[in-house]
């Protein structure tokens, strides 16, 4: 399984950036790193994804190591509505050997502060 | 505007009393799955589906049923619903099978008493 580990909180500045890190040292060559955020207790909502590429839209900005073993979310200029549960994901396979699956661990809490 | 309809979003039932959790989508979504979340376990998948009248179990099935007759539509059914399904419930669908961005529904509340 491709499971990932996240810190549990992390606080940001209002206008500053946050760095949101994900470690996935057991990612295989071919499964992608996805990113979602949950505010409150809303839906999960989709973020970005990449499998080795840096990767950017208009939300964030995702950068993967060479070695993919590990990658950071960044979000450029936290506002207060950034204020969400993040979760890293890597799809594991399910038993007839397909991708899918997510887990979902317990995420990095970002509280960004006025 | 796309979305995912949860009905209904909050519910409070008694133990045994069969409901339905309706789950929606406008996409045209081939892939539609269900999540429960609790305190400190994270999202839990129940149920999936690949595509209508193709379902199939996620990590914690028991006590669950779903149906996919349609493409749009992919309820969940707790047929004799115990305290331990208190929960708050979650359906998503994608265009790309498991992969790629999943739309979820605003959630959906149930208490089991």
């Known amino acids: 399984d491709a499971k990932t580990t996240q810190p549990p909180s992390m606080d940001c500045a209002e206008g500053r950036a946050a760095n949101l890190p994900c470690n996935h040292s057991t990612i295989s060559g071919n499964e992608y790193v996805y990113w979602y955020r949950q505010i409150h207790s809303q839906g999960p909502q989709y973020i970005i994804h990449?499998?080795?590429?840096?990767e950017t839209n208009e939300m964030a900005s995702l950068i993967i190591t060479e070695d993919r073993k590990s990658s950071t979310l960044i979000l450029p200029h936290a506002t207060l509505r950034d204020t969400a549960v993040y979760y890293c994901?890597?799809?594991?396979?399910?038993?007839?050997?397909?991708?899918?699956?997510?887990?979902w661990g317990l995420g990095t809490s970002l509280a960004v502060n006025p | 505007e796309a979305q995912v309809t949860q009905n209904p979003r909050y519910l409070i039932t008694v133990t045994g009393k069969k409901l339905t959790v309706t789950c929606s989508q406008n996409m045209n979504h081939e892939y539609m799955s269900w999540y429960r979340q609790d305190p400190g376990l994270g999202l839990r998948q129940i149920y999936y589906?690949?595509?209508?009248?193709?379902?199939d179990k996620g990590d914690v099935p028991e006590g669950y049923k779903v149906s996919r007759k349609e493409k749009r539509n992919f309820p969940l059914i707790l047929e004799s619903p115990s305290p331990n399904q208190t929960s708050l419930y979650f359906c998503a669908s994608s265009s790309t099978g498991w992969v790629g961005e999943l739309f979820f529904g605003e959630g959906s509340r149930l208490t089991v008493l």
């Open positions: 994901i890597v799809p594991r396979p399910d038993n007839a050997g397909n991708n899918r699956k997510l887990i």
């Open positions: 589906s690949m595509n209508v009248e193709v379902t």
């Open positions: 990449g499998l080795k590429n840096n």
